[in-house]
């Protein structure tokens, strides 16, 4: 626990007035005016703590909130009564599946009207608060971690969150009426509480309540009208929430500000896209009325809109350029808080090729099928510094850019009248494919791309309406489409070179050169281009024959550290490595457990190291990123110190790297210094860490040695006029012998 509180304690500078100073000096833009109502930046209110990662209303997640938000932190708690007039804080009015109830009170679960509907389940009416000392809180969500769980968070009194002297403190209180049935009176409540505990909110969708209290309270706390659904009706005039909208004025006669769900300001269509922003905001602030934005939570974006990206999400609500919000209600305080200090006002056009380099992976792959027109055209828009294209070869002997050798994997083969070139080709993969060389280049443009979809077992999709949108490009197109572009250079991949020399007697090293030359990219003043493979053969083979490229290695495997031989080996070929996440940062249940070695090594040997892939959706995170793609690049990028960064959502990464609170040393506000691995599993009781993992490989010299390509001197001439008739014949096996003379040919390249 406490190594990771420290990581983020010790001074709390207002990170935003450091910015102000910084632009005093010329070093970064500071928004001065925010299209607030006040002018003032919008503030972060935690709901019920940072409930996205702790259970909702834990002391835990109380005090982790404020660590990680901008000042001034707010902490909301939900109001609950108990038998016993307590006012205690609970995500809901029952208890059912945020605390463990059930197993200290079995069977004595009720029903009750909750606004005319009958509800059952655990009500804290029912009890007293004596009665609730061994009960614990837990994680509700189910689709968020549950080893917090079997630690005991015992559920909490408004005073008690008040004595975690929480920079301010917001009640949000709901059902008085449904109290008023049950004798309690939330109103005495409040009126006992204020003389004792300084409150800075209170909300409620109840108009009745609000104005009874407006003479309790002083003038230090904020009266906040909440709406609930559109349709549904304010209890207390039973008039419509979306009626009572088109009365603001009326509204500020008793409240100074409104709480309503983030679908009131950018609705979102049955589809799940982004139509219009409403005029809510501007017309709350003419009344005279602030408006915060509730509902907001990492795991719970949900417009295809925003591409996985919550940062994209919090953005929209306050850098649009035409209103912000006063206020920002989330589970993940860490995320508004990064983008009300470090992402406003970014001119993403401005484009500088640095470190670390954006590269793309099958084009922005997160938003439009791999390898397509579309996924390019959005990499470059995004801001790619670099875009790549994984060679496949055809049957009529085109290289093309497919993410795949198997067409199934991102083209609707399958449903197409070439379904019935299916084979298997245990070399290639154990399951039957349609493979690009069992198609020529005209019938692989007949198919339609398929978007991909690596977290589909979480039923995470990407863009719907992009599945099946765009066109292929041959490596020609490619290399023409890059040209004139504002790009750090070209990554083509290279995989099966040594299957293809042997099955289709094409040298594909020799054929990538061709088509590279015929478009132009041998030159000195062309965009640099850098050959990726996993196999070290077809790196040598390009290094012999065409020195002016940059190399890069991928490991295709999980490795801890690379051994002194191996880094060696790598080096005599490559300038730079591809690694998976997992190398740097290895998990455990989803929690990073530590930080290898393997970058500085890498490093140390003069190799750039690149991770991939990186992914905007959360599942593909560990949880110690708080479901925020951007933290995960900047320990990455930070902590990690990579060079590079392979990703499907490239825009992501470029708008990454203009955020304004880099190169501020010890004034790093909290939330954008890189995790420390392994700290947030400490938080976890013992027995419900997840189990150890032995640990990962480490990469040997016998791993980097690959025999050397078969010898084929075929190759595959760019402007090839139709394909022979004749497809590549198929040569039989290169003879046994013949291998092993060439293999200890390549040994000598690497002893
Ligand atoms: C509470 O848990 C039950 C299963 O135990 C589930 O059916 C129900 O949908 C959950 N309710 C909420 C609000 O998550
Ligand atoms: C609670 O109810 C279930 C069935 O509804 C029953 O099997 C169980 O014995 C009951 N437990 C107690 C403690 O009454
Ligand atoms: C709470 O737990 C303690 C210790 O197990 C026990 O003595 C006590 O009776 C429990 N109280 C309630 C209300 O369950
Ligand atoms: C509330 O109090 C009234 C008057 O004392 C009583 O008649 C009623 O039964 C009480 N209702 C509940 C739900 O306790
Ligand atoms: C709040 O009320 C006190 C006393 O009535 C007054 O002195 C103070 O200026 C008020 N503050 C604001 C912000 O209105
Ligand atoms: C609201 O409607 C309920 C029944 O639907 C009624 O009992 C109540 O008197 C109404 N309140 C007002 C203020 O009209
Ligand atoms: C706004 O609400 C007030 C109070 O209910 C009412 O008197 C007034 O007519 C309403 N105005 C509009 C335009 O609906
Ligand atoms: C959301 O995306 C859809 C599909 O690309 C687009 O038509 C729509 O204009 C976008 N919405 C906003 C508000 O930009
Ligand atoms: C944004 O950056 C681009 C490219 O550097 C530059 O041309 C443009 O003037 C910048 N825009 C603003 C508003 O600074
Ligand atoms: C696919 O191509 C391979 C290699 O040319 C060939 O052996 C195989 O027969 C082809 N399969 C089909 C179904 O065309
Ligand atoms: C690049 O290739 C073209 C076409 O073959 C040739 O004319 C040109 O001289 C080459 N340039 C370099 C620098 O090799
Ligand atoms: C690549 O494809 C384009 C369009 O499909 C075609 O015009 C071009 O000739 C192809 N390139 C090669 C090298 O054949």
């Known amino acids: 626990m406490w190594s990771y509180m420290r990581w983020n304690a010790g001074s709390r500078v207002a990170s935003f007035l450091l910015f102000c100073v910084l632009l005093q000096l010329g070093l970064v833009s500071c928004q ?7 002018g003032k930046a919008p503030v972060v209110v935690s709901k019920g703590g940072f409930s996205g990662l702790f259970p909702d209303s834990s002391k835990l997640a109380y005090k982790f909130a404020p660590l990680l938000s901008t000042r001034p932190a707010v902490l909301q708690c939900d109001v609950r009564l108990t038998k016993d007039l307590y006012g ?5 009015i029952k208890m059912d599946n945020c605390t463990d109830i059930p197993n200290f009170f079995p069977n004595t679960s009720s029903t009750y009207l909750v606004n005319g509907v009958s509800v059952s389940g655990y009500f ?5 608060t004596s ?4 009960v614990s809180l837990m994680q509700a969500i189910y689709t968020r971690t549950y080893r917090f769980d079997s630690s005991f968070f015992p559920i909490l009194a408004v005073e008690d969150v008040a004595q975690l002297n929480p920079p301010a403190l917001w009640l949000n209180i709901e059902h008085d009426m449904f109290y008023a049935q049950h004798n309690l009176s939330m109103k005495t409540y409040i009126k006992g509480l204020v003389k004792n505990v300084i409150v800075n909110y209170i909300s409620s969708p109840e108009i009745g309540f609000l104005t009874s209290i407006s003479s309790l309270t002083s003038n230090q706390t904020k009266l906040i009208f909440k709406f609930l659904d559109l349709d549904s009706a304010e209890p207390t005039t039973n008039l419509t929430y979306s009626s009572l909208l088109s009365n603001l004025t009326y509204i500020k006669t008793f409240a100074s500000g409104i709480l309503v769900p983030k679908t009131y300001i950018w609705p979102v269509s049955p589809d799940n896209y982004l139509l219009d922003y409403t005029t809510v905001v501007v017309d709350a602030h003419k009344a005279g009325l602030e408006v915060y934005a509730g509902n907001l939570a990492n795991d719970n974006l949900f417009s295809y809109n925003y591409s996985y990206d919550p940062l994209a999400e919090y953005l929209s609500y306050i850098d649009n350029g035409v209103f912000s919000v006063d206020g920002l209600v989330t589970e993940y305080p860490v995320t508004p808080s990064e983008a009300i200090s470090c992402f406003m006002n970014l001119n993403k056009s401005s484009m500088s090729h640095g470190k670390p380099l954006v590269i793309s992976h099958n084009g922005a792959s997160g938003d439009y099928p791999d390898c397509t027109d579309l996924a390019y055209q959005y990499a470059v828009d995004g801001g790619a510094d670099i875009i790549d294209c994984p060679v496949q070869v055809t049957k009529d002997g085109m290289l093309v850019c497919m993410s795949s050798i198997n067409l199934m994997d991102d083209t609707t083969v399958a449903k197409s009248v070439y379904a019935t070139r299916m084979n298997v080709i245990p070399q290639l993969q154990s399951g039957p494919g349609v493979f690009t060389f069992n198609l020529t280049w005209d019938e692989i443009k007949k198919l339609k791309p398929q978007i991909s979809a690596p977290q589909s077992s979480y039923k995470l999709v990407r863009n719907p309406r992009y599945t099946n949108a765009g066109n292929y490009m041959n490596l020609s197109d490619f290399l023409a489409f890059a040209k004139n572009k504002d790009l750090a250079g070209v990554l083509i991949t290279v995989e099966n070179a040594p299957f293809i020399a042997q099955k289709l007697n094409i040298n594909m090293v ?5 088509v590279l030359k015929a478009s132009g990219y041998n030159s000195t003043t062309s965009l640099p281009v850098t050959i990726q493979s996993s196999n070290s ?19 295709d495997e999980q490795v801890s550290d690379a051994a002194g031989p191996a880094l060696a080996d790598i080096k005599r070929f490559a300038d730079a490595v591809a690694v998976e996440k997992e190398s740097i940062f290895p998990l455990s249940g989803h929690f990073m457990t530590t930080q290898t070695k393997l970058v500085e090594n890498l490093q140390a040997q003069g190799l750039s190291v690149y991770v991939y892939v990186l ?3 959360f599942v593909s995170q560990a949880w110690d990123y708080f479901s925020d793609a951007t933290v995960e690049i900047n320990s990455f990028v930070q902590g990690a110190g990579v060079d590079g960064l392979i990703t499907d959502f490239p825009a992501t990464a470029h708008r990454y790297k203009l955020n304004t609170c880099q190169n501020m040393g010890n004034s790093t506000p909290y939330f954008m210094q890189p995790v420390q691995p392994g700290s947030l599993l400490q938080v976890i009781s013992e027995p419900a860490q997840p189990p150890a993992l032995s640990p990962l490989p480490i990469l040997s010299d016998s791993d980097v040695a690959e025999p050397p390509l078969p010898d084929t001197t075929k190759q595959v001439t760019p402007n090839a006029e139709a394909p022979s008739k004749a497809s590549p014949q198929l040569r039989t096996a290169v003879s046994i012998s013949m291998l092993i003379a060439v293999l200890s040919n390549a040994l000598l390249l690497f002893v």
């Open 537 to 555: 053969s077809v790196l040598v083979s390009f290094k012999q024959k065409a020195p002016q490229y940059k190399l890069l290695y991928t490991i």
């Open 88 to 92: 205690i804080c609970l995500p809901d």
């Open 124 to 128: 804290p009416i029912d009890y007293s």
């Open 32 to 38: 001065t005016t925010w299209k607030t109502l006040s």
């Open 510 to 514: 020799d054929s990538v050169l061709a």
């Open 131 to 134: 009665d609730l000392v061994n």
């Open 615 to 617: 992914m905007n959706e």
